[in-house]
């Protein structure tokens, strides 16, 4: 899938909206969501997500 970015670091075009749900798709299989905030997430964690 290909994905354009603004100059900002956000995703545009026409796969901007799959590939935010193909990321959170990822983010909850990864990471547990009842965290209070990601400061509170592995860093490690947050990597592997981020990419």
Not at 27 to 50: F, H, R, Y
Request: charged letters at 25%; a positive charge; one cysteine or more.
């Amino acid at each position: 899938m290909k994905v354009e970015w603004n100059e900002r670091g956000q995703q545009v075009g026409k796969n901007s909206k799959k590939f935010v749900s193909l990321v959170g798709v990822l983010a909850k299989e990864m990471i547990q969501l009842n965290k209070p905030s990601w400061t509170k997430v592995d860093g490690t964690l947050c990597c592997a997500v981020a990419g």
